[in-house]
């Protein structure tokens, strides 16, 4: 149990589109879902926290209007990539909070390559 | 804020031996979680063992073991019996719990890479 998944697992995109990356919960409820990124051999940095049916809360530096992030139901996050450039580039981690305290899962992660 | 520091960048040891793997922490919370995250070359966050803070005893999980010095703010994982499967980047967390802003948000240290060498 307590499975999530992103999807896709690898994108490109050119320089000044949009791409959007799904985080899904698929046997559980997460009212809380967070977003990662990570730059090669780095540590996890959170951009946002996102809560089912309200705005996501973004970490200081984050660009809201770049990084959009919508919560719409109990399973699915997404984190959309406005006009993005190569230096978006960078895997894009989600997670979702579980049932119990202290319990976070991890989606396996989304490859983002803007050229 | 919560800060995560592991010293260690890279680590190496022989497969079959023990290694122990340091972070410390630096809190003003009182009710919080601490992490190991492993994540090998597929990217993929596992955990590895979780401590809560209100717990004296060590948490431990088959070949994997925490020394958990909450007064000193020191949270090491101790990997017995090394397998070659242990390779990977080890991230320890810290979680804060129940009060408000930022709660259950995980603030990871910067890794050390695990190499274990046959």
């Known amino acids: 149990g307590a499975v999530v998944s992103q999807h896709p697992s690898w994108v490109i995109c050119k320089s000044g589109t949009s791409v959007k990356i799904e985080c899904r919960s698929l046997?559980?409820?997460?009212?809380?879902m967070f977003w990662y990124r990570q730059f090669p051999k780095q540590s996890l940095m959170l951009m946002a926290t996102?809560?089912?049916?309200?705005?996501?809360?973004?970490e200081q530096g984050v660009e809201k209007d770049k990084f959009l992030i919508n919560h719409a139901s109990l399973t699915l996050s997404t984190l959309t990539v406005t006009s993005a450039h190569p230096e978006d580039s960078s895997f894009y981690i989600c997670?979702?909070?579980?049932?119990?305290?202290?319990?976070?899962?991890f989606g396996p992660g989304t490859r983002l390559t803007v050229t | 804020a919560q800060t995560v520091t592991q010293s260690q960048p890279e680590m190496s040891v022989q497969e079959a031996e023990t290694v122990t793997l340091s972070c410390t922490y630096d809190?003003?919370?009182?009710?919080?979680?601490l992490f190991w995250y492993k994540q090998p070359p597929s990217r993929q966050m596992i955990l590895v063992i979780r401590?809560?803070?209100?717990?004296?005893q060590n948490a431990t999980e088959n070949r994997f073991s925490v020394n958990f010095q909450k007064a000193a703010k020191s949270f090491s994982l101790k990997i017995s019996d090394s397998q070659l499967g242990d390779t990977a980047m080890y991230f320890c967390?810290?979680?804060?719990?129940?009060?408000?802003?930022?709660?259950?948000?995980?603030?990871f240290g910067k890794g050390t890479k695990l190499s274990v060498i046959p």
């Open positions: 997670s979702a909070r579980g049932d119990r305290a202290g319990e976070q899962y």
């Open positions: 046997d559980f409820q997460a009212t809380t």
């Open positions: 996102s809560n089912e049916g309200s705005k996501a809360t973004y």
């Open positions: 809190t003003s919370e009182n009710n919080y979680y």
């Open positions: 401590q809560e803070a209100y717990k004296q």
């Open positions: 967390a810290f979680m804060k719990l129940y009060s408000g802003a930022g709660s259950y948000q995980l603030t």
